[in-house]
């Protein structure tokens, strides 16, 4: 009788596949912070060089600015993938329904689609 109650409590088995797909989707997030920030790093550098000015001005322009931006939004997505994964992982082990949210990464998305329309005018108007 022990047996079969010690038996229900214990933790379901966990399937090697599904935390292994958990972690390939945090390095995908993390993949595409890093980008992200590169990309900021490159549009400001870019700009300071078109300008002619030393690296101590870089808010002075706009390319700055949208660097900067951009750098801050890989960081948040960094951030927003460590979040997410420990929170399926949590479910994963513990043998829940491993179903992350999906508004944060709606937002995200329609954040980047704000970013590219921004860009896409700035490019446009320079």
Do not use: C, K
Request: proline letters at 3%; zero cysteines; a positive charge.
């Amino acid at each position: 009788m022990d047996e079969r109650r010690d038996a229900e409590r214990a933790p379901p088995e966990v399937d090697l596949r599904v935390v292994q797909a958990n972690e390939r989707t945090l390095l995908a997030w993390i993949r595409t912070g890093l980008a992200l920030m590169a990309f900021g790093v490159v549009i400001a550098r870019v700009g300071m060089m078109v300008r002619g000015t030393e690296p101590a001005s870089l808010a002075s322009g706009s390319s700055g600015w949208l660097g900067a931006f951009l750098v801050a939004a890989g960081t948040l997505s960094n951030l927003l993938a460590a979040i997410r994964y420990v929170r399926v992982r949590r479910a994963i082990v513990e043998g829940r329904a491993a179903v992350p949210e999906h508004g944060t990464v709606v937002a995200f998305a329609y954040g980047m689609v704000l970013v590219g329309a921004i860009l896409a005018l700035y490019l446009l108007m320079s």
